[in-house]
């Protein structure tokens, strides 16, 4: 029989959700053995976004993006730890730019065949779901998508793993 899942990606963003996410997408690659990637992206076209309107200086800009390359660092090394606590070995892969579209880059580069993302955030208006970029990535993405929900239960899962 052929493995139905062979690759796992999870799109970590440093949200609660996202860790969540890791949490069970660690629990499914040591069940079924696959492998598992960790992905990260810094939303450098928001930052672009922002300098354009103004708000950002160039040089804060560059603080920010340091900033921001420092806490994907930490969340990705975070999940590594949380990966190497069951047994599971992850893959951490940081990129930068627009986070739907490097998402959906990096599962069809690593030939991904489930893509793992935390619970969406609740939509306050039409502007928003417009904006929400893993919103965006799940949509596009070539592969299945799992929204991780129940903090609860995957915390019991995780928490069961030998």
Not at 64 to 78: S, T
Not at 135 to 144: G, Y
Request: hydrophobic share 40%; aromatic share 8%.
């Amino acid at each position: 029989m052929i493995k139905p899942i062979k690759k796992i990606m999870v799109y970590i963003d440093g949200t609660e959700q996202s860790i969540t996410a890791a949490q069970y997408a660690i629990c499914l690659a040591s069940f079924s053995g696959a492998e598992l990637i960790a992905c990260y992206v810094i939303n450098t076209k928001a930052m672009e976004d922002l300098l354009k309107a103004r708000i950002f200086l160039q040089d804060e800009q560059l603080e920010y993006e340091h900033d921001m390359n420092a806490d994907a660092e930490r969340y990705l090394n975070y999940v590594n730890e949380l990966a190497i606590a069951k047994g599971v070995t992850v893959i951490k892969k940081l990129s930068s730019g627009n986070v739907s579209k490097q998402i959906v880059d990096a599962v069809r580069d690593e030939n991904i065949d489930l893509l793992i993302i935390g619970e969406l955030s609740h939509i306050r208006s039409r502007r928003d779901e417009f904006y929400d970029e893993t919103e965006r990535a799940m949509r596009s993405a070539p592969c299945s998508v799992f929204i991780v929900k129940d903090q609860d239960r995957v915390w019991e899962l995780y928490e069961s793993l030998v």
